[in-house]
C-alpha cells in the first residue's frame, strides 16, 4: 500500500524523477548529480561497487557519456511512495528505456529527501538503485 503525502511533497518528488528522466537521457553528470544530496548513493546493476557522494556520481556518469554508448530515453512510471522516515521516503517506480538496440525495463528503489527550501518544497535523491531487466533476466539490486 502506498504512502499518503501532501500534493506539494508529492509534486517535488515527481519533478523529480522526471529532471533524472531528462539529466540521463541528456548525459550530463554534474545535472544529473545535483539531483542527489551531498553523499547520495547509486547502486544495483551499474556495473560496479555502489558510487557514492556527487563528485563521483558526475563522473560514473561524464566516463559512461564518455564511452559513447547509444542514446537512450528513458520513461518513469507507476511512482509509488512505499514508507517514510521524517524527511525521506523510499519510492518504487518502473522504467523503459528505449534506444537503437531495443528496449529494456526495470525497477528504480529510490530515497528520495524532501526538504522546504527557498520558499518551496524541493526533492534529492539520498539513493538510487537500478534493478534491469532483460529477456526475463534481472540485474541489480
Known amino acids: ?44 546493476a551499474i ?22 554508448g547509444p542514446q537512450r530515453r528513458h520513461h518513469i512510471a507507476s511512482m509509488r511512495i512505499v514508507a517514510r522516515d521524517g524527511d525521506d521516503y523510499r519510492v518504487s517506480s518502473y522504467f523503459i528505456s528505449v534506444g537503437p538496440n531495443g528496449q529494456m525495463s526495470g525497477t528504480y528503489h529510490d530515497v528520495c529527501r524532501v526538504t522546504h527550501e527557498d520558499g518551496g518544497w524541493q526533492a534529492r535523491f539520498v539513493s538510487k538503485g537500478v534493478t534491469v531487466e532483460v529477456n526475463g533476466v534481472t540485474h541489480g539490486s
Not at 508529492?10 to 544529473?32: M, N, P, S, T
Not at 557522494?53 to 559513447?68: C, L, P, Q, Y
Open 1 to 44: 500500500m502506498s504512502v499518503r503525502i501532501d500534493g506539494d511533497r508529492y509534486a517535488a518528488i515527481a519533478a523529480l524523477f522526471g529532471d533524472y528522466a531528462y539529466a540521463i537521457d541528456e548525459g550530463d553528470g554534474a545535472e544529473i548529480a545535483a539531483l542527489f544530496v551531498a553523499d547520495g548513493e547509486l547502486y544495483g
Open 47 to 68: 556495473g560496479g561497487p555502489p558510487v557514492v557522494g556527487r563528485e563521483h556520481i558526475s563522473e560514473f556518469f561524464t566516463r559512461r557519456r564518455a564511452a559513447g
